[in-house]
């Protein structure tokens, strides 16, 4: 079993940033491939950003492409999420996931991640 724990959500102003970090007990954390997810208040939960394992392509939704980036420490078994330029519309939830032995993919379906975090809130007010 796999624990993801969230960290860095908060309350920022439009045109602000936040960092949210992602820490994994994977034991396989090198070959997994990591992403973030986001679920908007009556909305169902979206995909955000993917990275690959070593040497860590990325991929991104549109919505948030050239203001959000995603990366990863393998030795520290973390993944980070910069946000910039955030927006009131990005606020969410957001979900860190893994797909243990994954890393070679850029899966952008939550079918294909198998496990989550409990979550982290981002608000950003007008």
């Known amino acids: 079993q796999v624990q993801l724990v969230e960290s860095g959500g908060g309350l920022v102003q439009a045109g602000g940033s936040l960092s949210l970090s992602c820490a994994s007990s994977s034991g396989t954390f090198s070959d997994d491939g990591m992403a973030w997810f986001r679920q908007a208040p009556g909305k169902e939960r979206k995909f955000v950003a993917a990275?690959?394992?070593?040497?860590?392509?990325?991929y991104y939704a549109d919505s948030v492409k050239g203001r959000f980036t995603i990366s990863r420490e393998d030795a520290k078994k973390m993944t980070y999420l910069q946000m910039n330029s955030l927006r009131p519309e990005d606020t969410a939830v957001f979900y860190c996931?893994?797909?243990?032995?994954?890393?070679?993919?850029?899966?952008?379906?939550?079918?294909?991640?198998?496990?989550w975090g409990q979550g982290t809130q981002v608000t950003v007010s007008s």
């Open positions: 990275i690959t394992s070593n040497p860590g392509r990325t």
């Open positions: 996931a893994a797909a243990p032995y994954r890393g070679n993919f850029l899966d952008t379906d939550e079918r294909d991640y198998s496990y």
